[in-house]
Structure formats: C-alpha cells, structure tokens
C-alpha cells in the first residue's frame, strides 16, 4: 500500500516548518502539497519559506509549489499550522470539502464536537469528529503549554483526582512563530504576560481529562490558575506546577505513577509514539529546556522535581518541546492515531 | 556633625561591590575600610576587586588596603556582603567587639533575637537588637527574593489577612554571585532549582510580617508555597504570586492598596528610601526586569498584572532589583533606619 | 532667553524615543512637537509609543499629541528619527520650509552638500550647510558603527594617517530599532550580515575625516574594509579593528593619542559633550558593552586592547552605545554644536 | 576483528562528555575506560560527571569507574581531553608506556615532533610521529577556532597561495569548558579577550598548512592577524576572515574551491569524516551557529558570504562546531586517520 498523500497549511511558519521536517521519511504520510498565503503562493516553497531549521529543507519539499488556501487540494490529510486570524473559516472549508483537517490552530479546539486530543490521554475522543457535519473531520491538539501540563496531570487525575492546580510557565520564543518577539523585549528578560495563553492553559486540559459520555465531553471537574511568561529561551516551555489532590499520595508515588506511564499509542507503536510518554528525572535541577528538549526526539514531556508541597499536596516541574511534541509532533501523532483507528475510510 | 565610619565585609564580591558603589556620596556614612578573605587582605581595593559595575570604581574606594576578616575595625557600623560559609561566626566577632554589624548573610536571619528588617514594613523589629548578648549588634536584611514578595505581600496581609500563598520565582543570575552561575548552565534555559532558596521564601516572610510580642517575634500565621527558578537575565527576580485571602477583595482594592502604600522609611524620609515604595503597573506585560529594575535607583519593588485567581483570590507579578533592593540598598537602608532611631547611641 | 523648541520627528521609534528621552531637562532645547507616521497621528504620545526606555516617559512628552509628518511644524530644531523608507522627501520637504533638520537618518549622509558631522573631529564641515538649497537646513550625524570608528581613527589619522582598516563589528539589537531583530534569530546566535551597513562603514569614515576646500569635501585617502555581524547584546557595538598607518607608531602612543584626545566640544563646553571623548582601558578584556555602555552617560567611544597587529601595524576593539552617541545623543550634540556656532540664526 | 579498546582522559570535562559521547556506537572503538583527576577517580562515571549533553549518558560508560591519570590503562588509544595544566605531563607519560595518545590539548601541538594534524589537510604530518622518542605516540588536533580557520584556507592556499589573514572570532561559551564563562560576564555581552587564543590562531594554522620536509614540517610563509572575543553562543564558533592572496582570484572562484573540496578522509571513507568537509552557502546571512553547526552531525566546517574585499582580497564567514569538529569530533577523526594508515600496529 501507498503512502497517503498529505498537505502541511501554514507551511511556511514555524509550525509548518516542523511539520514538513517531520514529515521526511515518514512511513505512512508522504507530503505532497505545501499551502500558505497567497504571498507565497505560485513560488518554490525554497523560495518561499524563510527556513528556520537545523537541517537542510528536505529534497522532497525544497521544489513544491506552494499553493494558495484558496486553491483545491487533492491530498487526505491536511496538516494545519495555520495562524489564528485565517485557520478558523480555511479549515472549515477543507474539512466539507472532505479532507481530514488535523490542526495545531487554537480555533476550533472547543468546538463540543471537535476532538482536543492527545493521544496517550484521551484517544477515544477521536471518535468525536463522527459527528462533525463535515465531509472530512477536523481534529485538534491542545496549545503548547497545555501539552505537558494535561500530559503530566493525566495519569495523576486517573489515579488520585485532581482538585486544583497552579502552574506558572516560562516559554520558549518559538512558541510565538516568527517573527514572533523582538529581541529588543526577551534579551536578557521576562516578559510575564502572553495573550490568550493563561486562558487557554485554564480550559483546555479540562477537555482533553474529560470523559466521553453520550457523545460530548463532560469536562474534569477541577480548577486551574496559570500564569505564562516568555523567557529568553529558543526551544522548550516549562512549566512550575502545584497540585491539590482529592486523594492524598507521596510524592515518591506520583513520581513512579508518572515513570510508568505508557499509553495507547505506546501499546499500538504508532511511529512518532515516543517510548516514554513521561520522563521523570532524579536529579534536583532537572529538566530544563537547553539540556532535555530533545529527548525521545522532542515527544517526551519531561518531569522533575516531584516533592511535597506546604501549600498543596505536590509540586513539580514540567518540561517538553513546544514546537515539536507541543505543536507539529502532536498533530502528525494525531493523525496516526486517526488512521490506526481506521476513521481515515470511515 | 561628621559621616559614621562605615566598613563593607566581603566588599570583593557582587553584593560588596553594590554596597561600595552605592556608599559613594551617601550623607550620613563615609566607607572607610573595605573587607575581604585573606587571599585579596593587604592589597590595594582596585587591584583586589574583580569590578563588575557598569560605574567606575568610586574614588574613595580604589586605594583603600583590603583588611581581612580577623583584622580590628574602626568603623562603626560594618555592612556585611559576606559569603554565607563565613559569615556566622565573622559577623557575631564583630557584634561582640562593639560593631554594628548590618548584614545581607542568611546566617543570623531567623535567630530569635537577631531583627530581619524591611523598614517599610517592620522597623520596629528592630528593638529586638537590643536583647542581642553583644556590645554591639546584628541586624539582616532577607533573601532578595523574599525581599520582593514581603513587600508586596505586607500592606495586603495588613489590611486582608492573606491565608496561603503560591510563589514561582524567575531569577537573575546575579543573585548567585560571581562567578556563580555557569553560562554553559543557563544561555537560552531555564534552570528550576536554587538551592535553599524555597526553604528561605517560605520561612522569612513569616518574620518579617509577624509580629513583636514580649521582646519576641510571632510569626504570621499563613503558608507560603515557593518553586524557585533561574533564567537568563542579569539584574532583577520576577515573582508570579497567588494569594488566598482571609477577606475576600477586588484586583481594584488590592490595586490601590499596593499603589497607595507608604511606610515609616517615607514619612521620616530615610536617604535610601524610594519615594514610592511599592510601583503598581497597569500595562498588561510589566513589570519586566530588563525595563523596570532601575525605577526608583533600583530600590522600588515593581507589581503588576493585579487580577482575579481562578484557584485562589488575587494573582500578580513582583520584580525588583535583587543587588539594590535585594541586597545592598537594604543593608543601607536598615542601617538609616537604626540610625534614624537613634539605636546607634544606645 | 528661552529654550529654543525643537520636535522630534519619528518620535515612536526606538532613536525617537531615545531622544525624547535625553531631550527632557536639556539646557537650550524644549521638546514641543512630536511627529510620526499617519498611524499614530493625533494621538497622545503616550498611546501611540511603545515605550522601551528604563525611565518612564518624561512628563513633558507624555500628553503631546502626535503630529504626521505632512503637517506643518513651528519648532526651529527638527531631530529626525525617521525611518530611511520616509526620512529623505520629509527631511528636505521640512528643510525648505525653513527648519533645520538634525537627523540620524542614512538619506542624505553623503550628499555633497550636507554636513556628516562628529563634533569633536569635523565641525569645521558644518560650513557647508550655507550652500544647501534650503531655507532651513539639513544635518547630519553617522551611521552607529560609524560613529565609533571615525571617533577612533580621527584622532591617529590626524597626527600618524591611516593607509586602511580592517573593522570586524559586533551589533547590539537596538541598532535595528523595533520590533527589529526577531528573538528567532539572535538568541544564542550570531548573524553575520547586516544589510547596508558595511556599505555604510566602509565610506561615511572617509567623508568625516576629509578635508573641506573649497565648499566642499575631499575624503580621506584610505580604503577601510568591514565586516558587520549582529550578536546578542542589547545596547552597544563592539568593534575589532586593525590599522595600517603611513607612520609607524607603537601602541603605547596610539594609546596616549587617544586617551588625551579632547575636541572642540570639550573646549566650548557643549552641555551633551563627553568630558573625555574617548576613553582607554588598559585591562586587557575591556570595553565590554555590557559593562561600558553607559559611561559619559552613553556618551564615550571606549577602546581598549591597543596592542601591534603582526599583519598591519595596530589593533584596537572599540566599543560605544549605539542608540546614545551612535545615535539620538550624536543628533543632539549636533545641534548643540550648530547652535554654538551661531548658525541658527543666520 | 573486534573493536580497538580506548580510553578517554578528562572524560568528565566538557570535551571528555563530548568523546564519550561520540564514541557511543563507534565501528571501530570501544570505550573501556574513563580519566579523570583524582577527585573523580574510583566513583561511576554517572556519578563522577556533571553531564551536559543532551542525550542521556551511554549505557556502556554510566558505570564504568573512573580511574585516576596515575593508573595504568589498557587501551591501545587514549583520547585525551585533559585540561592543558596537567596534559603536558600525563599525556608524555602514557605516550612512553605505550599507549597512542589523540590529544586535543594545546601542550604537545607545536612540538616538531607532533603531527598537528587535520586529516583533510594534511594526513602526511602523521608520519612524524614515528620519530617520537615513545614506545607509543602523541598526535594532536588544533585548536577549536584554528580549526576552521585552517580548514576554510587550506584550499584556498594550496591553489592560490595565501599572503596575509585578518581573522575576528566569536566565539561560544563551551569553548571554555565548564563552569568556563560565568554568566555575570556573558548575558548580553561581548568580552573582547580569550587568553591565549590569538596566539594560537596565528601560529597554528602554519603548521598545518606546512610542508613535511626531511622529517619536519616547514610551515607556511604567510602572517595571520586574530582578534578573538567571546560571545553569547552555546555552541559553535563564528569567524570573519580577510584574506590577501598571492594569485588574484574572483569570489566565485573561491566559492567553488570550498565547496568542492574533498579530502583523503573522504576518500577512503574514514567513518566520522563528514561528507562535505567544506559547505559553502549561498544566503546572505549564512552560516549562522543557531541554525548550522550540526551541519554534517558537527562536523562540517560552514563557509558563506565570500566576497571581494575593499583592503585585502577576499572577504568570508566561517562557521563550525567548536566541541565536535573542534575537538572531539577532530580528536576522533585523527584516531580513524592514524588506523587507516597502519600505524597503529607499527
């Protein structure tokens, strides 16, 4: 069997530059279509993007012809990095046109019968998009900063229940795009605001730990406060995290209940399934963004510091790759969840 | 009437240097000896000094001989930068030999007789000195990052009551000292660990907010939860804070409060003494420390983002200068504060 | 006498907003207008900056409501921050209407007619203003990088000459005003291009230390060659330069040259002159920008490593504040210097 | 054939953590055992290191016990990355009793006897090694900036001769090991000095571009000029290059010499030698450390922006990896060098 043709939207952003540096030599997706506004359109996406990768572009995208949103495509999935002001309507309109829009853009996360999934929490809210009044389907995951934090609360919530958390984060300027912010405000500072972003932490994990039941979600019943703060660095958010718990636990157990972890994806070896979901580290300065981004290939949420708190029951350190397992990464694992499921030929 | 002679101890390092820098031109104290480990005693300042402030060294500075620690002083009051590995048994010598020993040293902070000052907030702790078994005396200055969120914490507990606080603390390198921080450790991360940093944030506030009762201090009776952090800034500790009040209040009134805050240090006008104590920002994105460490010469402590807590009642950030305020201007201005009250004489 | 009250054109942009800045309390000059682009027209200058500054906005500046740049001005004095896409038809438009125009813009640097000036090396140059077409008149100060070297070389040319320059820069971010430098691309980054600015070094050095005869100027006889890259620095640009000169000289007399080295400026007691000019470090690690930006307040060119070049004959790392002396500071003491000389009411 | 044992000496430093780590998987070496100074011996090496890299300690080296440079080893080849201040000493010890000792220690570099050697450039300077008057042997890599330096010119001066270099660095902060650089004097900062790399900038590279002559290396006839200055970068060393040439040449000539370079290791396929030693780009603002030096795993050495230049002839940016093609990954490289030819069994 073929590979199946994929299309990255927003190619040309950050996200979309990860998208089609992970999508080289994937087994399953072959990207054939590269999409951005219509100032990139109609020119060799070389040309067109601004690369901002490690690596060479990958051979297979240096030449495509960046088509404009506007424009049909003829690839099944789309992976969508769209930014906020135009993925809204564009994902829509793909979506009833039949194609399995799989997006990283905040728009339509909410929706009641949109899946926000990460796949080792809550994979069977993929069965959601059934009921989408589209073609296609349009399935999400959560913002960056959600990422690690849902990840690292779910097996504990399961566990133990959740009453409340508090977590202040401090992110990486990739999670901005680019240009995203200037030097001249993150150089050798802290910038303790990022728009819609403490917002987005307070509601989207409640969705993602909810429960599936008669066809909606019924979100988890407790309470988040976040407060998010860019820092000078390039790759990789962490997040300081205090848990209330509704069952009491010692840190030594919450720390083995998140080591253990594996979830469906690890079961079913979906190919960008990293093999340890959570990491826990030992050491009492770890993780950080510069020395641990990049474990599991940037899919692994990185956990630290687990210790009793005075105030709540359990405070730690939550740590992973904003643009990877926080952004491109979770979409492509998204989509290899749809298709193992067998929803892509429902 | 002349200056008081004034020592600094530990006057080669970073808070040392501070404290030199900005005894230059002070009215009441004239730097009279500069103090430090044998390796640097008997040289001349300007050559024992690796100078890090962005002024040159002050005149009066550059050719004073370094003293060691075991040598006799003749100055009266001592200020004390010295490193917390020394400082214990230096800085009691000093008291029992008749000195004034104003210290930044975490050694002698939580002694039941020793005070550990904020003027704006406790000056009246400072009668706990007189029970000290010296002939002269210690007094503390707390922890730079406790400094920030006493203050800010202060007027709130006064007039609310606060029940239970979360703290994260983002801090400047320059909290560690020189050479300190590696930058292989912190370019472009964030390291979520500084050792007995939480342990100090979540006792010292309760000291200085607590109150003298019998010759002794009671300390408040709330808990603090604090993660502790270093980033990639030079000058400047941001704090994102949640409280749980014990009544209830409006970001508005807690807003105004904070805003409208004057201690005893302004109303008998002490030399250090920032005219606005505390700086309340309306901006969505200040306080940062790249922008406002220097408001009121460094000595303000800056807050913003005064809003509504999902999990508790009022969130905010705090940032202040941790070298000014932090350290060496709170030294300075303790010892105005024992000055002004007339403790020198007694 | 009153102030003579000068405007502040591109008064939202980061130069503008430095000379705002170092406008309030000037001694002759009074900031009545401010102008910038039809966007933030008709707002109070409050709104429409974004401003970056560690000072707040001086009281002075803060309710002026900006004005467009098509709209008729009554200040004598107009400092040009204005962006070269804009700054040459309204800098000559202004001109004609009778103002003189003090601008930090590359437009008209190197018209025959219009003075590019560093007061302490060429204000002799100033002259040729009298032949400009204008009612008014247009002046000029250097690009950043330029300012420090022509600072640098003037006072070696003048007694030893310079055959060529080898100038190797290292950029703050300011210097590309704002947002400018994406974060994307300078943290932890070097990027070793900066468009137009090479161009920039290697000629206007030429035009201020020429010769004027007979109304107009004769460059310098020497080639300089010069490589511009941007690093991570907030304020400051660190120059390595090697010189061939026509006679040989050994460091430590480039040294003293440099050190004694007073101008014009010094001599008239310009109020925003540099005591010392150019000031000399013998440690072997200094200038640094972040430890000597702001000496002179921001006004100083700071070389250090005076030391023989085993291919050309002296090698030197200079270093000044790019958006002070290289920039709103240089505008200013222009106009300082152009008052002085009674040319304002010729 | 089994794989040849080695050792790794300083392997707790940061160019030792670089060794062991590249050595993971190796074809045909196999770390047996860990160096390092008397405090670390006899503990895990998992212990004994402070380890920075990204992946997680090789299994085969986590509990492998650190022997101290006074034992006896058994390895046939001793990768050594010990600290100059004892290098010169223990290596010379371990080279006469038998052991061939791949240094990247400057101590032995310039020795007559010692092959200072890059592989692409001058494999035929192994030779030298057996007139060393060890059972065993010493060979040398360069130092991290001549490295490129040399690579980049050694080309270039083979077809067109090479009169003059002016050569800037900025050079990343793991250059200097670890704790190296503090961070007080590198956030947002250019320090204009690293002691002792000028010199050897400028004498190194003649060595290598020498010729072997009766035994001995005659270096080449042509003065190099360094200024090398620290910067803000983690990894990776940036180098703006002038060069005057004996044969006049165009910039595109030039760029098609680098670009087409192979050398002897690319030749016989010597398994850590890049397959582009030499990439020349083609963008304005490349290379660029951020995004190129994991450019052929770390071990390609980056070349753009060759042009003409005003004073000299050529003008150019070099780039590469300072702890891999610098250090480690050249060390290892000289290893595969020295087996490919048979001497090690000589």
Redesign the interface.
């Known amino acids: 069997m073929g590979k199946i043709p994929v299309a990255v939207l927003g190619a040309t952003g ?1 996200v979309g530059q990860k998208l089609v540096h992970l999508l080289r030599d994937h087994p399953s997706f072959e990207l054939r279509e590269v999409v951005a506004s219509e100032r990139s359109a109609a020119r060799p996406y070389r040309e067109a993007v601004n690369w ?4 060479f572009i990958p051979p297979g995208a240096r030449d495509l012809i960046v088509k404009s949103t506007e424009e049909r495509l003829e690839s099944r999935i789309l992976f969508s990095g769209l930014d906020a002001s135009v993925a809204g309507a564009v994902e829509e309109a793909y979506a009833r046109a039949g194609h399995v829009v799989v997006s990283n853009s905040r728009n339509h996360r909410m929706d009641p019968d949109v899946p926000l999934v990460i796949p080792e929490i809550n994979h069977d809210h993929l069965a959601l998009a059934a009921s989408q009044p589209y073609k296609g389907a349009i399935i999400t995951n959560s913002n960056c900063s959600t990422m690690f934090l849902a990840m690292a609360l779910g097996p504990i919530h399961r566990e133990l229940g959740i009453e ?3 977590v ?1 984060t ?1 992110q990486a ?2 999670g901005a795009g ?16 990022i728009g819609g972003e403490e917002e987005k932490m ?1 509601s989207e994990p409640l969705k993602i730990l909810g429960r599936l039941d008669g066809g909606r979600v019924v979100p988890a019943d407790f ?3 976040a ?1 998010c ?1 860019r ?4 790759d ?1 958010h ?1 997040e ?1 995290v ?1 848990l209330k718990l509704r069952t009491r636990a010692r840190a030594e157990h919450v720390a083995s209940l998140l080591a253990g972890f594996r979830g469906w994806p690890q079961e079913v070896g979906l190919p960008s399934a990293p093999e340890r979901p959570i990491i826990v580290f030992d050491e ?12 599991e290939r940037g899919m692994a949420t990185c956990v ?2 687990i210790r009793p ?4 029951d359990i ?1 730690m ?1 939550v ?1 992973g790759h904003n643009t990877i397992r926080g952004a491109a990464g979770a979409a492509i694992l998204n989509a290899e969840a749809y298709l193992a499921k067998g929803y892509l030929d429902r």
Chains 1, 2, 3, 4 share one sequence.
């Open positions: 950050m901002k990768q490690e690596d409340a958390v508090h202040t401090m300027v990739t680019y240009p995203g912010v200037s030097s001249v405000d993150i150089l050798g500072n802290v910038v303790p605001y307070e309470t988040i406060s407060q703060n820092v000078a660095v390039f990789g962490t300081a205090s009492n300065d770890r993780p950080q963004p510069a020395r641990d981004v990049w474990k630290g510091r708190c005075p105030v709540f405070k350190v740590m």
